[in-house]
């Protein structure tokens, strides 16, 4: 950032306008073999969600493929998405849980 000084007074002569980082979905992909309960209970402890919302995105992962947890900066999807996988894995479970960008 870039000031001059007059009579002591400092000015700001060029602020800087960042565009806003990109918000990235995260989103969980459906398998024939992750309980349903769990995928509420992922959804309510890492996505905060209130178990009625939860069991609804559970149902729309069931029926469609996919559905959306969240939208998070890059870092904090990043996060999401490994603690998810490793959680899952550690209990013998196949969920998948991915990225992308939100255009
Ligand atoms: N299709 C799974 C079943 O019938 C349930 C399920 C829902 C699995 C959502 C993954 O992301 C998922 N037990």
Redesign the pocket.
């Known amino acids: 950032m870039a000031a001059r000084h007059q009579d002591d007074i400092a000015v700001v002569t060029d602020k800087q306008v960042s565009p806003p980082p990109p918000l990235y979905k995260v989103l969980?992909?459906?398998?024939?073999?992750?309980?349903?309960e769990f995928?509420i209970h992922v959804l309510e402890h890492f996505f905060h969600m209130a178990r009625e919302q939860a069991t609804l995105v559970?149902l729309k992962?069931?029926n469609e493929g996919s559905g959306l947890a969240g939208v998070y900066p890059r870092d904090v999807a990043e996060t999401k998405v490994r603690q998810v996988i490793d959680y899952a894995r550690n209990r013998q479970h196949p969920?998948q849980c991915v990225m992308e960008e939100n255009e």
């Open positions: 969980l992909l459906n398998d024939d073999f992750t309980p349903m995928v559970m992962v069931h969920l």
